[in-house]
């Protein structure tokens, strides 16, 4: 069979060195996509790498929507409630992280920009101290990969020295920024069926109550267990999902169905932080003391012990 020639897009999404191409997906979205083979051949002594997807990009119908340069976006601080900043998109489309001195970390994308960015907080604090996001909502897949490279190809382009480097997190056998744990997809459990905003706060409390009487392990977090809203939570969910135990968790910032449920929590636990955890009806503690108990095991002999003997 003869090979379809390559068209402009493709041609146009060179990028030199090689580097990886991760693709980073809201966890709703549980379908990975395939990673692309590079294919190396060399011109007038300057290796070109250029992505085998005309397949997809004659397969697939574009928007036609274009990336802006990479130079051009904001950069935007991400220490404090930065990572919640209405200027990092929950679209699909590409990112570039620089730690606090401003050096490029890492170019990836996503489905869901801020998930991605938001987990790479959560998970690498260290090296995430900016961000610069480019939204392109009605982007496919294959042009959400050529917006990757014309970002990747900009910054190649733009260091001065002689051997072009690629971001950290962008480096062959790098996998920190990438991998992702399979962690469990199961909603949040709900206090009520939407009318947590008009129930009553001793009502609140004593459905509070039965959720923790009525489930072995239930953890009391900001977001969900897919997509945490702090650092916090997101630390709790991974060491539950380490540890393989079957858990529940109710999302203290859904208003809609646990009202107040920020403030109240606090009052039935008389304990003033979030996350919390319990274990057969009763408080085990905040986020640094199951920290603690993590590091010692004694969470492990806690919450697996008992799921053994039975």
């Not at 790479?120 to 996001?133: A, N």
């Not at 009525?214 to 969900?224: D, E, L, S, Y």
Request: aromatic share 6%; with cysteine.
């Amino acid at each position: 069979l003869a090979r379809r020639p390559m068209s402009a897009s493709v041609a146009h999404a060179v990028c030199c060195p090689v580097v990886r191409c991760a693709t980073h997906r809201d966890r709703r979205d549980a379908t990975a996509s395939r990673r692309h083979a590079w294919v190396a051949s060399v011109g007038r002594g300057r290796k070109l790498n250029i992505a085998r997807a005309e397949k997809e990009t004659g397969a697939e119908k574009g928007s036609g929507e274009t990336v802006p340069p990479l130079g051009s976006a904001n950069m935007i601080l991400l220490l404090g409630d930065g990572v919640r900043s209405p200027e990092i998109p929950a679209t699909p489309g590409v990112y570039a992280v620089y730690d606090s001195e401003q050096q490029i970390q890492y170019v990836g994308l996503s489905r869901k920009v801020s998930a991605s960015v938001k987990l790479h907080v959560f998970e690498l604090p260290k090296q995430c101290g900016f961000v610069r996001c480019a939204s392109l909502p009605m982007a496919n897949k294959t042009e959400l990969q050529l917006a990757w490279k014309a970002w990747m190809m900009e910054h190649l382009a733009s260091t001065t020295t002689g051997d072009k480097k690629v971001p950290p997190g962008n480096t062959s056998g790098n996998a920190l920024w990438t991998e992702r744990k399979n962690r469990d997809a199961k909603p949040n459990l709900r206090l009520t069926k939407g009318d947590g905003n008009e129930t009553g706060d001793d009502r609140i409390i004593n459905l509070c109550r039965d959720a923790v009487d009525g489930n072995k392990v239930v953890a009391f977090i900001k977001g969900t267990r897919a997509e945490p809203e702090c650092g916090f939570s997101h630390r709790l969910c991974a060491m539950l999902d380490e540890l393989l135990v079957d858990y529940e968790t109710i999302d203290t910032l859904d208003e809609t169905n646990n009202g107040n449920l920020r403030n109240l929590v606090k009052q039935f636990s008389d304990w003033p932080t979030i996350p919390q955890l319990y274990f057969n009806g009763e408080l085990v503690g905040g986020h640094d003391i199951l920290e603690e108990m993590h590091a010692n095991g004694e969470l492990k002999t806690l919450l697996l012990v008992e799921r053994k003997q039975a």
